[in-house]
């Protein structure tokens, strides 16, 4: 009897090459073994399986993909939308598509039978394309077109040893049954790696999620996670939590406005999470953009997320206010990514913002805003997603700002409790109505890691920009010839 | 395409086993892989109901796999031992060692079903 931590050093792992698979599975599928992946009909597993072949073969491991539902053609197109050109690959014999068809209504049954056929097919074509990978999709489909499934099942059996027996590392894909993983079973045969797929729609919004089930051996992610398909392929986001293992920088970052970094004693320190929140407005996105803006102004690059604005409105506003993102983007350090929160799931969005930032590799995120995911999902759910976001940033050195909306009529500490214990530095915008005029104030509510000023001090928006004035912002209680006046150079002073 | 042959009238079975043409050709393939008692058993089994229904108007190929894997993919062949009727059409396929003769004429349209 091998130890078990022999066993678990010594399981060689294939990658499947698909993003962040490779990750929840400590390297990918077991070499050399069959995976299951079962999943309801549409939820990818065809589309995995083949991204699977495919990136084998980027890797110079050749594939066989044995197709019981869809003939290759069919394949061919259905896989093109995501950029997989499995004909050429078919010309250049790397990829070898055997279409198997069983059709009941074709066939009589009369004594006993087995497989050897397909046995034989599956065997000729590894053979031919030299394959180190197999995909048999799904071959559940011969339990529909034979009626014997006693054979069927030993015969199964059988091939799954088979397969161990030729070292091809293999996905074999079924169908979800009702109570059970496989709709007859198969995960009683496939016993080293079993993946889950699930598309569930909650409220007409759509999330698709993979889970690994069971890998035997290995270590691996036991939760679910949520995965793209899109022209890229399938994109798996491999984050629930990453824990609190990321360093802390102390090098500190401007805000893009000196007087803001001189209350928080020199800026925020690089990698941390900044939250801007305050009622309608009180210029959150001004500040934010004016923090994208010093990021790209440093030579780093920032990734914006909108959630509100175009990228056509967002930079057309800025620049009546003096900030200048035209430039940026067209410099490239700028992304603008604007989606409506609404026509995904958190977690797509998640995926998508993970994927977005995994491309564009920036030194500085901004999420604006981030309430407006409370509008479609639960507190609990945000709360949750912001944790998978702000443990993401951080584990990437990434400094983010996210801007937050307070209802007005809400005490502006009370909403965001759910989020503020996550977040390092919290500056909070507010609207004063003194002596006929709004006054927007500003103050940091907390700053972790450094002594920050406790004043709140007046935040101005003018067409050059957004700037903080040295003092309170004209406090009821005074009288108005102490005001500072606009336009006069204020005085430092000290806080009564 | 199949599916609608075989819903189709069952006299039309019936007329082709009752009065089967003189010129009729029968070819018909039977595949299997390597000398497994099965697959002898499926080739006297087939012989014998050949010798006994078709005398003189078939022909029979028998194609080990194990020899010509290659095959196996053109007439879509799964199961082993497999016979398939390639004439007269439609194409039918009876799996399995033949040894149910009734079921193998009806699987082979040689005598209409039940």
Redesign the interface.
């Known amino acids: 009897m091998v130890k078990k931590s022999a066993v678990r050093s010594a399981l060689p792992k294939a990658p499947s090459g698909i993003l962040g698979l490779d990750e929840i599975t400590g390297g990918g599928l077991p070499r050399g073994r069959p995976t299951l992946v079962c999943g309801s009909a549409g939820s990818g597993k065809t589309l995995l399986s083949i991204e699977f072949l495919v990136r084998g073969v980027e890797l110079g491991e050749p594939g066989v993909f044995v197709a019981f539902e869809e003939t290759s053609e069919e394949l061919a197109q259905n896989v093109a939308s995501l950029g997989f050109d499995i004909r050429r690959l078919s010309a250049q014999r790397k990829l070898l598509i055997?279409y198997?068809?069983?059709?009941r209504?074709?066939?009589?049954?009369?004594?006993?039978?087995?497989?050897?056929?397909?046995?034989?097919?599956l065997?000729?074509a590894i053979d031919t394309a030299a394959a180190k990978r197999v995909v048999l999709d799904t071959i559940e489909s011969?339990f529909g077109?034979?009626s014997n499934a006693a054979v069927l099942r030993a015969e199964l059996r059988r091939l799954f040893h088979w397969l161990k027996a030729r070292g091809v590392t293999a996905i074999v894909t079924a169908e979800r049954g009702v109570g059970a993983l496989t709709r007859h079973g198969l995960e009683e045969y496939v016993s080293d790696c079993v993946i889950l797929l699930d598309h569930r729609v909650t409220d007409q919004i759509s999330t698709r999620r993979l889970r690994v089930v069971k890998y035997r051996g290995s270590n691996h992610g036991t939760n679910e996670y949520p995965f793209l398909i899109d022209d890229d392929g399938v994109s798996v986001l491999p984050i629930t939590s990453l824990g609190l293992h990321h360093g802390a920088s102390s090098e500190r970052v401007s805000s893009g406005i000196t007087p803001l970094d001189t209350m928080l004693g020199g800026g925020c320190f690089r990698g941390s999470t900044v939250l801007i929140s305050g009622t309608p407005g009180t210029g959150k996105t001004s500040l934010a953009a004016r923090f994208a803006e010093a990021t790209c102004r440093r030579g780093e690059r920032c990734l914006y997320f909108s959630f509100e604005e175009s990228p056509g409105q967002l930079s057309r506003n800025m620049r009546s206010i003096g900030i200048d993102l035209g430039r940026w983007l067209k410099r490239g350090l700028l992304r603008l990514e604007a989606a409506r929160p609404t026509i995904y799931g958190l977690e797509t969005h998640l995926a998508f913002m993970h994927r977005a930032v995994r491309e564009s590799r920036p030194a500085a995120v901004v999420v604006d805003p981030i309430t407006d995911f409370t509008l479609t999902h639960s507190l609990a759910d945000n709360k949750a997603m912001l944790m998978r976001l702000i443990d993401f940033f951080k584990s990437e050195g990434i400094t983010a700002a996210f801007t937050s909306l307070t209802s007005a009529g809400v005490h502006p500490e009370q909403t965001e409790a759910a989020v503020s214990s996550l977040i390092d530095t919290w500056i909070v915008l507010r609207d004063l109505e003194r002596q006929g005029r709004r006054h927007r104030a500003l103050c940091v509510l907390k700053s972790r890691g450094m002594a920050h000023s406790h004043d709140v001090r007046e935040f101005r928006i003018t067409n050059r920009g957004v700037d903080i004035g040295d003092d309170q912002p004209a406090p009821a209680a005074r009288p108005a010839q102490l005001r500072k006046r606009p336009g006069v150079p204020a005085r430092k002073r000290e806080m009564p | 395409m199949s599916a609608a042959k075989r819903s189709g009238p069952k006299s039309k079975v019936r007329a082709a086993a009752a009065k089967p043409k003189a010129a009729e050709r029968w070819e018909l393939r039977l595949y299997v892989a390597g000398h497994t008692p099965r697959s002898l058993a499926a080739v006297v089994n087939l012989k014998k109901i050949c010798e006994t229904h078709l005398s003189g108007k078939y022909r029979l190929e028998v194609i080990d796999l194990l020899a010509n894997p290659k095959l196996a993919r053109a007439d879509q062949i799964v199961a082993i031992p497999t016979l398939v009727r390639k004439l007269p059409p439609p194409v039918k396929k009876i799996i399995g060692d033949l040894s149910n003769t009734e079921r193998t004429l009806v699987g082979m349209q040689l005598v209409p079903r039940r």
């Not at chain 1, 009589?108 to 056929?117: F, H, N, P, R, S």
């Open positions: 055997d198997v068809r069983v059709e209504s074709e066939i009589e049954e009369t004594g006993e039978y087995d497989l050897e056929g397909l046995f034989v097919r065997g000729h011969l077109g034979l």
